[in-house]
Each structure stands twice: as C-alpha cells, then as structure tokens.
C-alpha cells in the first residue's frame, strides 16, 4: 500500500464536538499505527463563523486529547507545518475554481444559466410527472454560442453526471452502488465563483494525497458524487471508511446543545483525557481481545486495526466513560495524580496551599481508590481543608443520635485511646480501634460509622484510618470533642 495519508476536516464552529473528535481519533489512531501521515484542514468556507477564536476553542480540543497533527494550520504559535498546504479551505479557493475550469473545458461540467423560477418549475414538473431520473439541466447540451448569449447573466457551474454507476468501495459499509441517474447534475460552483464543498473537499483531498477518506457516515451519500469527481478530474480515487455517527443516551444524534458535546466539557467535568479517547475509540472499533475494555493511549495505537471497524452505531453510555475514567485515574502515580487534583481542589474552595507536597501526595494516593473523576476530589476531601460544621443527616441520626448514649461512650474510648498514642499512623490507629472491638464485643461499624461522621461530616470517603492519619492528631481529637459535644446536645 502507498503511504497512508489521512485527515480530519472540520468545519471549525466553536468548539470540538464530540462527533468530530471520533472521526478525528480514528484517522489519527490509523495514522499512528501505520506510520501514516495525520492532516488537520480546516473546513472554513461554510463555516457558522470562520474566526480564528472558534478555529483556536476547537484545536484546544485536541490538544487535550493529545491527537496532534503533523500537517496543518498555525496554531497559537506554531506555524502551519507541512507540504501541502495551504491547510484552510478558504485559502484554496484558486485551487478549486481551477478545478471547475479544467471541468468546464474538459466539457464535464457546464454553465447553467436557468433561474430560481425556472429551476423550480422544472422540479415541479418532475415530481408531478414522478420522473424516475434525477435533474438533468437544459443547460447540459447547449452550445458555445448558447452559452455567450448570456453575456454575463449569472450562473451556477453544474457537474455532468456521467452513466453508469457508481460503487463505493467502503472499508466499513461495504461496497455501496448506486446509479448514476439517481444522481443530479449538482452546482459545483456557486454564481459567485465559490466552489462547492463537493468539488472543495475532492480537490483538496486529492491535491493533498489523501489515502484514506475517514468520516462519518452522514457522508456516505456524498460518496458517489465525490468519486465521480475524482475520476473527472483524472485523480485517483482514495479508499473509503464511512464510520457511524456518535448518539446521545438516548439513541438520537449528539446534539451540540448537549453538555458533553463539547470535547472540553469533559475536562471541565473531571475526566482524564485518556479515558476520553479510550471510550471514544470503543465507539465503533472491537478490540481483538474479547471483553478488554480498558486501554491506554499506546496500547491502543497498539491494538487498533481498521479491519475492526464497525458499522453500528454506537450509544453513548455514561456509566461506563465514568467508569473508564476511574480506571485510568487509577493508573495515574499519586505525584500525577496530585498535580491534577490540586487546581480542581482550588477551584472547589479547597485552599491546598497551606499544606506541604507530601501531605497532598499522601490525599492523593488515599483518595485515588474513590474517584470517578478529578472533581470527586471535593467532596471526597473537602473536610480535610474546612471545618466540620454538619453531620450527614441520615448517617447522623443511624449512626449518632440512634443510641446517642452508645456513641458517646465509643467515640469517648476512641478519644482517651487516640490521645495516648505516640506515634500517629493508620496501622496503629486501626489496631486500636480493632483493640476496642475486641474488648467491648461491639461491632466494628459501631466504632468505624460514628468515628467517620465525627472527622468528615460523611458517612463516606477515603479509608478511616489513613484519613485519620492524615487529618492529624490534634484536629482528629478535637473534632471528636465537637462530635461529642453535639451528641450531648442533640442526643
Ligand atoms: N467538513 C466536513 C464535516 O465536518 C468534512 C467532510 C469530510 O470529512 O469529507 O462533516
């Protein structure tokens, strides 16, 4: 095979949706895995808005996701790189009127000069008249002469769809026919001289020796239009892969509305870009080794084939990217993980500079079982930074007024004992309250559930022991005494 040359070619509008980021993570996952080249062109023609700023919002995006480029256009400070540009559409614009021209004398494409009216009444027509072929104009077989009594009446340059038929060849579809007659004669070039994105995307493509078009599947009806294109302009055709779209919960295309449709949203909400681009590439890819779900980004450029490619569409599941993502979490080191934590924990109200590296080291590495996502960080370990000023109702009145009488007596052994020990570390502190069980015959939670209201506030977190390690001695103490205190009262 040639060299693999693949791209991604977003319209830039805003932000990096979540749709755009698969098909981006498949051609650059392929790319990776192959050698192959990955291109980012930016589709700016028909752009909602072409600023640089929306161009910008959407390559955060994949910075995020790590998906890098190796040729496209310049980005904050980095020059547009590589041998084929330029890589914004909207800078192409003389390539592709070349293209309709070199059509137009070729004779495969021609001027049609009819009017909206005109053009309406013959559609009116053919759908009165149930016509089984597609729109031909009249303007097709006019002659030259015909065509320079318009003088300079504007027009729109339409392809002439050749006969026959056209087969998509699709790695993912499969090979998809259809007739040519079905196919309109479709504008090319707008009256204005603007090319059309069909003839835009294929020279581009084309021009930029694109093996492998990689796109979703809203496309694949564009297919045989773009073939034909290709064949007119002497070029040669790449291979297909048509891959579904992603949908919502709920089955129905990722609205741009959603919160998560923006790939950012998802490093707001805490995620780890790594679990991101795993779930995202098990939208639609198989992993050869049955069940495996959980990759990281290597293993994945590893085991990511395109033969493994699917067809059905897949759902978005939000349990399992959460899942995912604690999985990945888990992977992180706890110095890794600390530096990750720390701006989500300033952020939630949490000052972390008045504790030393090791301390946040230490939160980290107790709290890494328990996180879902960065954000979790809060409420798993906000105690540790603010006063307890409440008890957890529910866990409060089972754990604490139930048998007020009871609690005051264990938290008050577990304080006497706390106060006597020398030296504070969650082996000994546990040993104790194990001690404590064992003397009184009463069950461990009876110790374990009160102790963990009195120094959190909550009836979960991190485990009792190390929290209370690293609470410390004398804010422990004390907030038993506040425990108690609100037990004498409330009790
Ligand atoms: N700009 C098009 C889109 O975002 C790209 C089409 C293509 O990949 O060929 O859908």
């Known amino acids: 095979m040639s060299k693999i040359r693949v791209r991604i070619a977003p319209s830039p509008s805003g932000f990096l949706h979540i749709g755009t980021a698969k098909m981006a993570l498949f051609n650059w996952l392929f790319a990776r895995k192959t050698g192959g080249t990955f291109v980012l062109r930016l589709e700016d023609t028909d752009a909602e808005r072409s600023d640089d700023e929306y161009v ?9 996701l790590g998906i890098d480029w190796d040729e496209g256009p310049a980005f904050g400070d980095e020059p547009e790189k590589g041998a084929f540009g330029p890589y914004k559409q909207s800078e192409r614009r003389d390539i592709h009127v070349a293209a309709a021209q070199k059509l137009l004398d070729e004779g495969k494409a021609y001027k049609c000069f009819l009017t909206k009216d005109e053009l309406s009444d013959i559609r009116d027509t053919m759908r009165e008249e149930k016509a089984s072929t597609s729109f031909r104009s009249p303007w097709r077989d006019k002659t030259a002469d015909d065509v320079a009594a318009q003088g300079d009446a504007s027009y729109v340059v339409r392809f002439k769809v050749p006969e026959g038929s056209t087969t998509v060849h699709d790695l993912v579809q499969g090979d ?19 090319p059309i994105f069909h003839l835009a995307v294929v020279v581009d493509d084309a021009t930029m020796e694109i093996s492998h078009v990689v796109r979703g599947d809203d496309h694949l009806t564009n297919a045989a239009r773009h073939i034909m294109l290709f064949e007119a302009l002497g070029y040669p055709v790449p291979q297909f892969a048509h891959l579904p779209m992603v949908l919502d919960e709920g089955g129905k295309k990722f609205s741009k509305r959603l919160h998560g449709a923006n790939v950012l949203d998802w490093r707001t909400d805490g995620y780890l870009p790594e679990a991101l681009i795993n779930y995202v590439a098990l939208l639609g ?8 779900e959980l990759f990281t980004r290597e293993e994945l450029i590893e085991a990511f084939t395109i033969e493994r490619w699917g067809k059905s569409a897949a759902r978005f599941d939000l349990k399992k990217v959460q899942w995912l993502n604690g999985q990945h979490l888990r992977m992180l080191s706890p110095a890794e993980l600390r530096d990750l934590i720390v701006p989500v924990l300033n952020e939630g109200g949490c000052d972390t500079s008045i504790k030393s590296e090791a301390w946040l080291t230490e939160l980290a590495s107790i709290t890494q079982e328990k996180l879902s996502t960065l954000n979790d960080i809060v409420a798993q370990s906000d105690f540790f930074f603010k006063d307890v000023t409440e ?15 009871g609690a005051i007596e264990r938290l008050g052994m577990v304080a006497t004992a706390f106060r006597n020990v ?10 104790i309250v194990a001690g404590l069980v064992e003397s009184t015959g009463a069950g461990f939670g009876r110790f374990a559930n009160p102790l963990r209201l009195a120094l959190t506030g909550k009836s979960a977190g991190p485990g009792m022991f190390e929290l209370t390690e690293l609470l410390g001695k004398e804010l422990s103490l004390e907030r038993i005494d506040q425990a108690l205190q609100y037990l004498k009262t409330h009790g």
């Open 56 to 64: 910008q919002a959407m390559c955060e995006g994949f910075q995020w």
């Open 176 to 194: 998809v026919i259809t007739r040519n007659d079905q196919t309109e004669d479709f504008v090319i070039q707008k009256p204005n001289g603007d």
């Open 422 to 431: 020398a030296d504070w570390n969650h082996e000994a502190l546990h040993e």
């Open 391 to 405: 008890y957890d109702e529910k866990a409060a009145s089972k754990h604490l007024l139930k048998d007020a009488g």
């Open 285 to 292: 890819w198989t992993p050869e080794e049955e069940n495996r």
